[in-house]
Structures are given as structure tokens and as C-alpha cells.
């Protein structure tokens, strides 16, 4: 079944702390991307990857990092997390980065920093 | 810069048709999208447009687009309970080819 995995679906850490949250696919797309959900600002793009080793900042990338070290993984990073990045994130994957490529998403993680 | 409107709400009694509407601000996006999330879900695409189409028609869902004044709209006839979500327009915009998605409408299903 095609399909975009991430995990955790939930997490609560502390302020400060390095977390990592996980997003797979596994349609040999070639681009990824996360996203951050928030009430009232809709759905905002953080990082996306073309490729492999190809990297690039979306609309609010400062506090995240990510890799795509593989073509089928793409990892969220947070070095040192603050309140403010509590919210929802969705990973998505594409054949294309628009046009009738499809954009899949994840299900979803929550995360909570206090 | 780009930009993708709509509003937040949207109430619609079962049975009844209901109307999401639409506006983006690139006169150049080339493909516009729905997507639906139901609760606790991720987003999936729903249906999507080509700029040069002025309507598009999958089962209960119209897409009717108008290029000129930058407006795109979503019918679904005969609302049922299942079509209770939030709706994303989407355009496909800007040189990069960037999706920008609007802030989503949630539709309430009234009994």
C-alpha cells in the first residue's frame, strides 16, 4: 500500500531538548516536504527536498533542520525545541514538486514542548 | 507575493449543496487543488483544475474556476455527514513550483 509514515503520531518533550521525528515513503518519490499546521495560519511549508541531498527552506524554517540522506526518508530535526514550534506536522511526498504529482501526506504528528 | 483565500467556516444542512470558495493571487498558477482532512487525518487530494479549464465535474464535486477574477470554487451536491472536513484550496505557483495552500474551510454538516 502507498503510503507516507511518520513517527511519533504524539510527542510532549521539554524546551531544549533534541528530538527527531521520522517520515518515510515508500513510492520512490522524489520530493518531500514538512509542513506545521497551526489554527487560524493553516497549512505552512517548512523544508522541502527535490532529491536526494537536495535541500531547501520553505516559509518557516528557522528552528528545524532536515536531511534526505536516502530517497525514501526524510527526518525532521529539532535541535533545541521552544513552545512556539508546538503544533501539527504532516510530511508529504510527490513524484513532482506540483503539477499532477500528487502530494501524499503522512497522518500526522503532535508535538508539545513545554 | 502569493497568497490563497477562504473562509473559515462553512454550515450546510444534509442533503444541501455546499460551496467553498476560493481566491489566489498568481495569475500564473498553472494547477489548482482541493484537499480534504478529516479529523485526526492528513490531507488528500480531492480533485484539481488546469488553468485552462473553466469547470471540472468528478461525480458529486464541481470545480468551477475563474481565471479572471482569480476565483475557484468546490460543490458537493447532496452533502452527507461523511463530506463533514476541512477543505484546502491549493494553487501551484511561482517559479519553484511552490504549493501554497489557503487556511482551510471547515465544513459543519447540520442534520
Known amino acids: 500500500e502507498a503510503q507516507v509514515t511518520q513517527n511519533p503520531r504524539y510527542l510532549i518533550t521539554v524546551t531544549g531538548k533534541k528530538l527527531t521525528v521520522t517520515c518515510s515513503q515508500n513510492?520512490?518519490?522524489?520530493?518531500m516536504s514538512w509542513y506545521r499546521q497551526d489554527p487560524g495560519l493553516g497549512l505552512r511549508q517548512i523544508y522541502y527536498s527535490m532529491n536526494v541531498e537536495v535541500t531547501d527552506k520553505g516559509d518557516v524554517p528557522e528552528g528545524y533542520k532536515v536531511s534526505r540522506k536516502e530517497k525514501r526518508n526524510f527526518p525532521l530535526i529539532l535541535e533545541s525545541p521552544s513552545p512556539n514550534q508546538t503544533s501539527l506536522y504532516f510530511c508529504?511526498?510527490?513524484?513532482?514538486?506540483?503539477?499532477?504529482?500528487?502530494?501524499?501526506f503522512g497522518p500526522g504528528t503532535r508535538l508539545t514542548v513545554t | 507575493g502569493e497568497d490563497v483565500e477562504q473562509s473559515l467556516f462553512l454550515s450546510v444542512r444534509e442533503g444541501d449543496s455546499s460551496v467553498i470558495n476560493c481566491t489566489y493571487t498568481d495569475s500564473s498558477s498553472t494547477y489548482l487543488y482541493w484537499y480534504k482532512q478529516e479529523p485526526g487525518a492528513g490531507l488528500q487530494l480531492l480533485t484539481y483544475i488546469f488553468s485552462n479549464m473553466d469547470m471540472k465535474q468528478d461525480q458529486r464535486l464541481t470545480v468551477l474556476l475563474n481565471k479572471k477574477d482569480k476565483h475557484l470554487s468546490l460543490r458537493i451536491a447532496d452533502t452527507q455527514t461523511g463530506d463533514s472536513a476541512i477543505y484546502f484550496c491549493?494553487?501551484?505557483?511561482?517559479?519553484?513550483?511552490?504549493?501554497?495552500f489557503g487556511k482551510g474551510t471547515r465544513l459543519h454538516i447540520l442534520p
Open positions: 513510492m520512490n518519490h522524489e520530493y
Open positions: 508529504a511526498s510527490s513524484s513532482g514538486a506540483g503539477g499532477l504529482g500528487e502530494q501524499y
Open positions: 491549493a494553487e501551484l505557483a511561482g517559479e519553484d513550483d511552490k504549493i501554497i
